[in-house]
Structures are given as structure tokens and as C-alpha cells.
């Protein structure tokens, strides 16, 4: 099974910066796609970034220019720089990752616990 765990998350004024980490864990076969999404309080959960194992990025209109999306393999582990943070960035992140646990197993997504992302004024 695939563990995620997010961190990093926390209280910050507009303006300011948080960088969150994805740590995973357990079996992992391979990885095709990363990304962070996003849910605040009564509104839908929403792809903020994603990452492909070819590297390519995409990044949600609101947040482009902002944002960046990272990883290092060799911790297992991704990243989102937050920079320039701004009220209506406040929400629930969440890891995600599209990834098989063996070859001969289907992909599928594995989402970690959420991290809150608090910004005000």
C-alpha cells in the first residue's frame, strides 16, 4: 500500500511563502503523475498543480506564476513552493499520486491526509 504523508502547512499573512512536502512510503512500482489539489471549506477540490514522470507541469490558472511544483526522487518525496500567498489560497492540501504498486497492477490514485494552508491579513 501507498502512504502519503503532506507537511509543511500552516498560518501565514498575505505575501508570504510556505514550501509543503509529500513524503511517500510503502510499495511503489512507479510513479506516472504527481500532483498537489486543493478544498476549501464548502467549495469542490481542485487540481492546483501536477507533475508527469516526463517531467511536463501544469498549474491552475490562479495559481500560475505563484506556485511550483518539485520533486526528488531520491526521497521520495515532492513539493509545492507557495510563494506570494493570497487569502483565496486558503485551504486543505492534498499529495496525489497516480502510481502502480507492482507491474502488474493497474494505476490508480493514492491521496495523503491534507495539510492546512491558513493566509491572512
Known amino acids: 500500500q501507498v502512504q502519503l504523508v503532506e507537511s509543511g502547512g500552516g498560518l501565514v499573512q498575505v505575501g508570504g511563502s510556505l514550501r509543503l512536502s509529500c513524503a511517500a512510503s510503502?510499495?511503489?512500482?512507479?510513479?506516472?503523475?504527481m500532483a498537489w489539489e486543493r478544498q476549501a471549506p464548502g467549495k469542490q477540490r481542485e487540481l492546483v498543480a501536477r507533475l508527469t514522470s516526463g517531467n511536463s507541469t501544469n498549474y491552475a490558472d490562479s495559481v500560475k506564476g505563484r506556485f511550483t511544483i518539485s520533486r526528488d526522487n531520491a526521497k521520495n518525496t515532492m513539493y509545492l513552493q507557495m510563494n506570494d500567498l493570497k487569502p483565496e489560497d486558503t485551504a486543505v492540501y492534498y499529495c496525489d499520486v497516480f502510481a502502480a504498486i507492482d507491474p502488474d497492477s493497474r494505476f490508480r490514485d493514492y491521496w495523503g491526509q491534507g495539510t492546512q494552508v491558513t493566509v491572512s491579513s
Open positions: 510503502g510499495t511503489i512500482f512507479s510513479i506516472n503523475t
